[in-house]
């Protein structure tokens, strides 16, 4: 069963399957939550991830790149002292690596998402690899689903599915391929 079979009418999976996963993000705030959402999905359920989202975006200061990428020591005992988050060390450091990495990118990409286009497209293999030499704790799987839910590589969506025709209407990345 696909996840657009499974996910209409459920509380959790049902709001993001048809509002939000691959429809394209221009907003790096956006795109930094996806990244850092898709991270701690890693050896968990998407939807423990979801039912902790308030509180993740509580904790990483509604995912703002530049707040993120200040974070010190007491920030970093903070968020693995937070029960409303996933508190692992390697998750927590890599949110907030991420986040300075993607500070330095500005300086020739301009944003996140001037970097994602710059490199657009690539194959899911080449992906990785840019992901790999970039960022941290961006593995094959993390890399494949954020690049789906935010537009960029296909599958989020059977054709068949209504959210499947409002993406193609936005005219999403992977389209333009």
């Not at 049902?14 to 705030?29: A, I, T």
């Not at 509580?58 to 993120?68: L, S």
């Not at 839910?149 to 936005?170: E, F, N, V």
Request: a neutral charge; aromatic letters at 12%; one cysteine or more.
């Amino acid at each position: 069963m696909s996840y657009c079979d499974a996910a209409p009418g459920h509380p959790w999976h049902g709001p993001y399957h048809g509002e939000e996963y691959g429809f394209p993000l221009g907003d790096d705030d956006a795109l930094f939550e996806r990244l850092v959402l898709e991270i701690n999905q890693a050896g968990l359920s998407w939807l423990t991830v979801l039912r902790k989202r308030a509180a993740f975006r509580a904790a990483y200061a509604g995912f703002r790149i530049d707040a993120v990428a200040g974070f010190g020591a007491a920030d970093r005992a903070r968020l693995l002292a937070d029960a409303g988050i996933i508190r692992n060390r390697l998750k927590v450091n890599a949110a907030i690596e991420n986040a300075r990495r993607l500070v330095s990118l500005r300086g020739e990409f301009g944003s996140f998402g001037g970097w994602l286009d710059a490199h657009h497209p690539l194959s899911l293999d080449d992906w990785v690899g840019l992901f790999r030499k970039t960022f941290v704790f961006t593995g094959r799987e993390i890399v494949n689903e954020f690049l789906m839910s935010t537009g960029y590589l296909p599958g989020a969506h059977d054709p068949g599915c209504p959210a499947y025709a409002r993406i193609a209407a936005l005219d999403p990345p992977w389209m333009r391929g």
